[in-house]
């Protein structure tokens, strides 16, 4: 028996803000959409990778999540680990770097913690 992964959920306050956020920093584009009176769900990604984000935005719930201590994160790994910290920098949304280990974190909106690798590392 073999499983495979293919998405993470994030519930998010405001789903066009995560859209925007997510397409700007990370170049991830809606592929669908599923929507009911009371939710709609939206899975982003990009051409590297087959796995999804899965962004859920509850109609009963606008506030942010509470995160507890914000002790998980997806990662991605960059080719151009310099030209990603500047854009992250630009946009103002790294909210921790780890210069021993050559990594740092991106901050959403909703205060989801998004890991940035080298390539070469």
């Known amino acids: 028996m073999r499983f495979k992964m293919v998405h993470e959920n994030y519930n998010v306050s405001d ?9 700007e920093a990370l170049g991830l584009e809606e592929v669908r959409r599923k929507s009911t009176d009371d939710f709609t769900i939206v899975y982003v990604k990009n051409a590297e990778s087959d796995f999804e984000l899965e962004l859920t935005w509850l109609k009963d719930h606008p506030q942010k999540y509470d995160l507890g201590e914000c002790e998980f994160h997806l990662a991605f790994v960059v080719d151009d680990f310099e030209a990603a910290h500047r854009k992250h920098s630009e946009m103002g949304c790294i909210c921790f770097e780890n210069e021993k280990m050559g990594i740092y974190f ?3 909106p909703d205060g989801y913690w998004l890991e940035i690798i080298p390539a070469n590392r």
């Open 15 to 23: 789903l066009e803000r995560s859209l925007r956020f997510y397409k």
């Open 106 to 108: 991106i901050e959403d």
